[in-house]
Every structure is written in C-alpha cells, then in structure tokens.
C-alpha cells in the first residue's frame, strides 16, 4: 500500500496502539520535479506485465521438472491476481475519479489500461496452452492427471459422489437470481459456478450463483493420489443434488477480482489497528470490480449478465480455456510426492564460524560475533541455523536485556521467531516488536501475531501512519563484562523462514558499535519521540538515503566512473535520471532487475553505458545491493531493504547497511559477479523497452553456482 502526503500520527496510546514519531517529522526534502519530457522511461506497469510474461517463461521451459513448471503456472497466475487488485485497480480508481495526468512516460489511465488489456490477453492466451497443451500432457505421460469429469469412470465418479456429499455439498449456498432475488454480492477472487436452470413445466430458464469454497482444495484427488479433478467439475457434476427436480441447461465457472487498493488516511487513523481492520473490511466488499474470468465456453447471455450485474465493461472480460485459477496449482505441486518432477532437493548449508557454535551455548555466538562479522546469503546458507538461532539464542541468554525488531512478513501459522520474542517477554527481557500491519495482503497474520506477541508481555508497536517500517533489524543488547554491547542482524529479506527456502537475500550479523548505535537510534525514533536525523553508518530513508544515493551517483558520473545495482525495482525518476547523466558523463552502469524497471538502456548518447539485465529463476532474487566505484580499487557497497522507488526513498522506513569487511565486500562481488556472468537465467532489456533472453555462451546457473560455492565453503570447515 502506498502512502501520499504526510499526515500526522495519533498521539501515544497504550498497548502500542501509537508511537511518538510520525510522518511529517520522517519527510526529508522533496525533490524539484522533473520535467516529463526528460524522463524518458518504461511504463511501471507494462514493465511489471514484462516480469511476470518472464515467469510465464519459466512454465513454458520444456527443461524445467513437470511440477515445477505447474508450480510457476501458479505463480504467474497469483501475480496476475494481485496486478489486477491494485495497479488494474488504482488505474480504474484514477478513471472513475476523472483523474487525467499521465505518467512519467505519457500515457493517461485510460491509455494504460487499453495497453495493459492487450498485453494480458496475449500472455493469458500462453498460461492457458501452456496448462493444456504441456504441462497437463507431460504429467499425464508421468502418472499425475490432471482429469476431466467426463474421462473418469464409473468407480472414479463413485468416489467423488461420496466426497461431494461428505465434504463439499454441505458447505454450498446455491443463490437465485431473479425479481424477487437481487444479483449476490460476489467476493474478490472467488470462484462462482453460473447455473442456468428451468423446471419441467417449460417456464423460462433461470440464473443461480453457486460459489466455489475457497476452503476445500482446489483439486480433488482420487484414492491413488496422483489423479486429480478441478473442484468446480465436481460440484458441476452434481447439481442436480442443489436443484432437485430442476433441469441443468447450462453450467460456466466465472471469477471476479476486485479493486484492493486501499490507502490509509492518516489524520482518520486515531487507532492503527482498528483502521487496518476496516481496510480489510473494505477489500472484501469492494465495490469496485476490476475484470472478470470466464469459462471460454461461456454463453453470450451469462456474460451479459455477469457485466450488467457486476457494473463491468465489455474489455473487462478474459475469456480462457483452461481452468480458472490456476493459482490452485500450488497445491498440486505439494501434494504429490515425486521428487523426479520437481528440482533436486537443496538443504541450505550453515556459514563455518556459525557452524561451530550449533550446540553450544548463547555465549559462543556472541563471542564470535565480537570477532567478526558474518554474512548470510538466503536460500544458500540456512535461515533457521543463522537468524533463527540468533533470535533463539538472545532469548535464551540471561545475559541479554533487551531484543527489538521489526517484523514486515513473518512465518505461517508457526514462528519461531515470534516465539522466541514471546519467551524472552516471559522471562523479564525488554522486548520490543514492530510489526508493519500494513504489509499489504499479510494485515490478518500480523494482527494475529501483534496479539500473540502483546499477550506474552512485548511491547508491540504499530509502525508509523503514513510511512510503512520496511526495514529489516534486529537489536540485542548484552550485559557484558567489558560493559554494555549491542549485537545486531540487518537484512534484505522478511523474518520468515519459509520464504527463506524460496527468496534470495542477504543478512549481516555484527556487532559494530557505530551500526549498533544507529539501530538503536533508529528503533528510538520509530517507537518514540526521537528527532534523528543523522546516522553514524546507516542510509536511512526517508531521512538520508536518497541524498546519499544522488552522491554516490554524481560521485561516479565520470570516465572510469562504476555503479553495480542489483534490486527488485527501478522506478524512481530522480535516481534514473541521475543514472542517465552518470552514463553521458563516461560511468559504466550495471543493473540487475528482478521486476520493473523504468530505466531504458543503450539509448545513444543518453544511456550508452547503462546495461539492464534480470535473472528469473528457481529463487526469487530478493536481495538489494548497491556498489559505488571500482572493487579494485576504491568503492562503496551498500545491502539492505530499500529498491529505486519513490515510496522505498520518500514513504518507507528504509535501511542500507555498509559492508565494511575487505572478505564480506568479496562475497557481494561474487554474488554480483555471477548474477553478471549468468546466461541461463538472464534476461536483457533493450533501448526499445523489449527483453530477450541472454545468449548463451559459457552456461553460467547464478543459482545453482551459489549453491555450488555454499557447498565448497561449508565442505573446507568440515
């Protein structure tokens, strides 16, 4: 969720409910607008419609394992999903409230939304031949079907009439529509069965809305468990047991999607919590749809219905041949067990100097700590055994006072974190947890887990109204004999450890005195009435980070002049223009995108020197690394939370960390080095804004050489 403006925080409450700093106090100088002209970009949307068409990518790679290439079917497909909720969304916001101004690269909302409808259907055409056409056939030819109710026999279709009447007929709600029954609100992302219906005595046919549960699986399996049936094709084969004595005339699955772009009003916000409980409410009954899924089979009649009641247009409506929401694939993928359709298993090894310490007591961690600092590189080195343990073993310490940290997205139904910070409440530490309860579509959890962790006794802070606390840190304060001593983790990545198996990132364990004393300072201004403007080491946004940013460029914007980059986005258009005049001035520009990139390279004479290239992979590269100058010969490098966007620079609370250590500084080469020399994974942007895979030359896997390196360092310690 983005904020706008700078509305001030509520005064302090109790239970955590509000905190001392706010927004405005946050605000650093605004930037002097850039002339439109002078941008010269990529539309942020069609270029996110770019990233996700290169996970669409990965699906087709007929060398990928089956499930694998179902797994990223799914992954396309919640992508889709959660595009749609909010830039479709907030695109159809701006056209509904006449809102005409266009973007950075010129194009109003309504010229936005007619690109973005072409694009999709195209890329919607691919997921849909790539279900059916491949990854359905592969997996029959390999054991695992994917079936249609009308292939199935009579023992099969005897087997899901029990399941259907044990599990899935008593949880249906089958609705009528007609005058005396008004057209059902329909949820975002639910998946509806339209019925058309007529009686014996040849009345007109009628329309009901039978709503899919969303609680039951997606794909029902048969007794062998490598069968499975789409849940809708179940519940169509039985509606005669809804409609008794009704004939079915026609049966079409449709989904709708709702807008779920919800801003939260700072001056309204008297109590975050409550205000982010109201947004839920809203997303769930937004009135404001945003395109409708339907069955390609579906009549002409239905559709019409379905727009006119849904208050649609026409160009709303994606048609596709393949089942609707295929996110459900997710699933499928970890329910059948067949490591021969999937990647080799990868076990995350544990850094040697952490190593040593597994099984001995808090102390020895600390010690090490004193010594050195230690990087981390998520999926490669285990999370559990690194930042887990840390957390784990400050809890546990009776030597430790204090733990703060701050928590954007954590683990599922079980943390060990959040536990660990519960236990050391418990046991009389001072522990302070910030949770993000804006982290858009992880509101519910983290409610859950505030409510956990304020039970426990932590002091449970809610983040500033109007800037989002996206930074990732951990402060453990220690009674030592040689006097107080902070210990600190700073991040890339959310304190999570099933992401962890599946997001690269990076992390750092130190006990620097100066960036322990920034952390501090930082935790104080974000929990309390602090002023601090100034940090000894850290970048911070909004405070410090796009000044510093806009130097380092202009530092390198000469001939010889290096920037290294490696983030999830870049968008910002002050910073891409700055990349621009560093490139004109002679410096050399290497850019790693995951995702959006607003950025055109190779443009003569305005980007010769900038290169753009994306890795797309079995992990999703998470990480944030920046590097100033020449790594021989002088240079600064920077990781932490923060991507080139206006909201990580101006409206998140953001934090790049140095890297100080001479051999941890040679770790974010190698990590950047083999992201440069990868032509497996990688894609390049070109000065017409398209991508193409990079040619392959010396079949350099990022991935699978980190992982290869991870092995060597932990098989040297051995």
């Not at 329909?186 to 007529?198: C, D, G, T």
């Not at 891409?576 to 995108?593: F, M």
Request: charged share 25%; proline share 5%; glycine share 6%.
């Amino acid at each position: 969720m983005e904020f706008s403006g700078a509305p001030a925080v509520a005064p302090d409450q109790t239970n955590g409910r509000g905190n001392g700093a706010d927004a405005a106090t946050l605000a650093p100088p605004q930037p002097a607008p850039q002339p439109r002209a002078a941008l010269q970009q990529i539309n942020r949307e069609l270029s996110w419609l770019d990233f996700n068409t290169r996970v669409l990518a990965l699906a087709e790679s007929p060398d990928l394992p089956l499930l694998e290439r179902a797994k990223f079917l799914a992954i396309f497909s919640h992508n889709l999903d959660e595009f749609f909720q909010v830039r479709v969304g907030g695109l159809k916001q701006q056209v509904v409230l006449g809102v005409s101004q266009r973007s950075a690269e010129g194009m109003s909302p309504r010229e936005q939304l007619r690109e973005i409808r072409l694009r999709v259907n195209d890329i919607v055409r691919r997921h849909s031949r790539c279900f059916l056409d491949e990854v359905t056939v592969g997996l029959e030819r390999a054991g695992i079907g994917l079936l249609d109710w009308v292939s199935l026999d009579a023992a099969d279709r005897a087997h899901l009439g029990d399941v259907f009447a044990r599990t899935i007929f008593p949880v249906l709600t089958p609705l009528a529509v007609d005058p005396k029954h008004p057209f059902p609100y329909i949820s975002n992302l639910s998946l509806n069965l339209a019925v058309v219906v007529a009686g014996d005595d040849a009345e007109e046919s009628r329309i009901a809305r039978v709503k899919v549960p969303q609680i039951l699986q997606r794909f029902v399996p048969l007794p062998d468990g490598e069968r499975f049936v789409a849940l809708e094709q179940v519940i169509a084969a039985h509606l005669p047991d809804l409609f008794p004595q009704m004939h079915i005339v026609a049966h079409h699955p449709f989904r709708l999607t709702r807008n779920a772009d919800y801003e939260l009003e700072g001056e309204e916000a008297e109590d975050l919590l409550e205000a982010v409980q109201t947004i839920l409410q809203q997303r769930r009954r937004s009135p404001l749809a945003v395109r409708l899924e339907v069955d390609a089979g579906t009549s002409d009649e239905v559709r019409e219905l379905l727009v006119r009641e849904l208050e649609l247009e026409p160009e709303d409506v994606y048609a596709t041949a393949a089942p609707l929401d295929l996110g459900g694939l997710w699933d499928l993928y970890s329910a059948v067990d067949r490591p021969d359709l999937k990647y080799e298993a990868w076990h995350p090894v544990t850094e040697p100097v952490l190593a040593a310490t597994l099984g001995q007591g808090p102390a020895d961690l600390f010690q090490v700590l004193r010594h050195d600092d230690v990087l981390v590189h998520h999926p490669y080195d285990s999370f559990d055994t690194s930042v887990e343990t840390f957390v784990e073993r400050a809890a546990a310490d009776p030597h430790v006072l204090a733990i703060k940290q701050t928590l954007y997205r954590t683990s599922g139904p079980v943390s060990p974190i959040v536990h660990a910070l519960a236990r050391a409440a418990e046991t009389g530490k001072q522990v302070v947890a910030l949770i993000e309860l804006t982290a858009r579509f992880d509101e519910q959890a983290n409610i859950a887990w505030a409510q956990l962790l304020e039970d426990a006794g932590v002091h449970v802070v809610y983040g500033i109204v109007g800037l989002k606390t996206h930074a990732k840190m951990t402060l453990v304060v220690r009674d030592e004999d040689s006097g107080i001593r902070r210990y600190c983790h700073l991040g890339t990545g959310n304190y999570n450890r099933d992401t962890a198996m599946m997001y690269e990132d990076v992390g750092l364990l130190t006990s620097d005195d100066e960036l322990g004393a920034d952390v501090s300072d930082l935790f104080n201004l974000l929990t309390g009435y602090s002023r601090q403007r100034e940090y000894r080491k850290l970048l911070v946004a909004p405070l410090t980070l796009r000044q510093a940013m806009r130097d380092l460029i202009r530092r390198e914007s000469r001939p010889g002049g290096r920037i290294t980059i490696k983030v999830n986005s870049l968008v910002d258009s002050e910073m891409i223009n700055a990349l621009y005049e560093a490139s004109q001035a002679g410096a050399a520009i290497s850019l790693i995108v995951r995702g959006i990139c607003g950025l055109r390279p190779g443009v003569r004479g305005m980007s010769d020197g900038i290169t753009v290239r994306s890795i797309v992979g079995r992990y999703l590269e998470h990480s944030r690394i920046y590097r100033f100058g020449d790594p021989a010969n002088e240079a600064d490098w920077f990781v932490g939370s923060a991507d080139v966007m206006p909201r990580n620079l101006d409206r998140r609370v953001e934090a790049l960390f140095p890297v100080q250590s001479r051999a941890l500084q040679r770790r974010i080469d190698e990590i950047l080095d083999i992201n440069l020399a990868d032509d497996q994974l990688a894609w390049e942007l070109h000065a017409d804004g398209n991508w193409s895979r990079v040619a392959p030359s010396t079949g350099v896997n990022a991935q699978e050489r980190l992982q290869q390196l991870a092995l060597a360092r932990s098989q040297r310690s051995a």
